[in-house]
């Protein structure tokens, strides 16, 4: 068996493969797209989650909802009298405490109240009164429409 050597030309004469190579020009988007696809999954997934972490159980109306211009401070009561600023579990003794510090004392500040569906009427209201009291003069409740979109009902309090 004989053997033949043969010898690959790559079209230049006497580089082989030692030679230059011509930096690439173009970019390659693929991965981009790729990891832009899912992150944009992630966020449609977590930001339903995200809304609030108390978990409450809105009553349902038919009133129109009002569009928000700054982010609202949340007030939740819960079924078992619980009461939540934010995702802060507090009482009602110190609810004006933890107000005024979510707020930065500014008592024209929106507060939502969120009444789980449960809870008692006179919760919700002492919760609300309470508030009232300490000179916020921008309270709303939160419901949910009967097409089960969340709807904020807000009420201006009559100034002191």
């Given at each position: 068996m004989a053997a033949s050597l043969q010898t690959r030309s790559?079209?230049?004469r006497g580089r082989g493969r030692r030679g230059r190579h011509k930096p690439m020009?173009?970019?390659n988007v693929t991965p981009f797209?790729?990891?832009m696809l899912v992150l944009l999954i992630?966020?449609?997934?977590s930001a339903p989650l995200l809304a609030?972490?108390?978990p409450v159980d809105l009553p349902e109306t038919a009133a129109g909802g009002l569009t928000p211009g700054t982010v609202p401070v949340t007030v939740s009561v819960t079924n078992?009298?619980?009461i939540f600023v934010g995702d802060e579990e507090t009482t009602i003794d110190r609810i004006v405490a933890v107000l005024s510090e979510a707020t930065g004392n500014d008592l024209t500040q929106r507060?939502?109240?969120r009444g789980d569906q449960a809870s008692s009427y006179g919760a919700v209201m002492r919760v609300m009164g309470t508030i009232n009291a300490a000179g916020f003069t921008r309270i709303g409740l939160v419901t949910v429409q009967d097409?089960?979109?969340t709807i904020t009902t807000e009420g201006a309090a009559p100034a002191p």
């Open positions: 790559t079209g230049r020009s173009e970019i797209v790729d990891v992630v966020f449609m997934i609030s972490g108390v078992d009298g619980r507060i939502f109240v097409d089960g979109t």
